[in-house]
């Protein structure tokens, strides 16, 4: 089991910016690709951003392309997603994801935190 924490959520103006910082517990975070996908009212889940173990590949969404960083910390087992240039379409529940291999899919992945909302006026 891996138990996923999200936090850095809130609201924020249009242009601004926000880091989201996922705390992970559990089985060794190493073992473990890490993702953030995101939630809309009304929408399904959706892929934002992923990692690998190593940190050295690392892929996003054509909509948070240039604007998200994904990154990790695994002597602090915590991954996190920097998000610049904020819009009022990036307004979503956030949530981590872990999976010991993970594509941009939902199902790939194993284990889900909460989720932190991200709240973005215009």
Do not use: H
Request: charged residues 20%.
């Amino acid at each position: 089991q891996v138990q996923l924490v999200e936090s850095g959520g809130g609201l924020v103006q249009a242009g601004g910016s926000l880091r989201l910082s996922c705390a992970a517990s559990g089985r060794t975070f190493t073992r473990y690709t890490m993702g953030w996908f995101r939630q809309a009212p009304g929408k399904e889940r959706e892929f934002v951003a992923r990692i690998t173990v190593s940190g050295l590949s690392r892929s996003y969404a054509d909509s948070v392309e240039g604007r998200f960083t994904i990154s990790r910390d695994n002597a602090k087992n915590t991954v996190y997603l920097q998000m610049n240039s904020l819009k009022p379409e990036d307004t979503a529940v956030y949530y981590c994801a872990a999976a010991t291999w993970g594509g941009t899919r939902v199902s790939e992945y194993d284990y889900w935190g909460q989720g932190t909302q991200v709240t973005v006026s215009s």
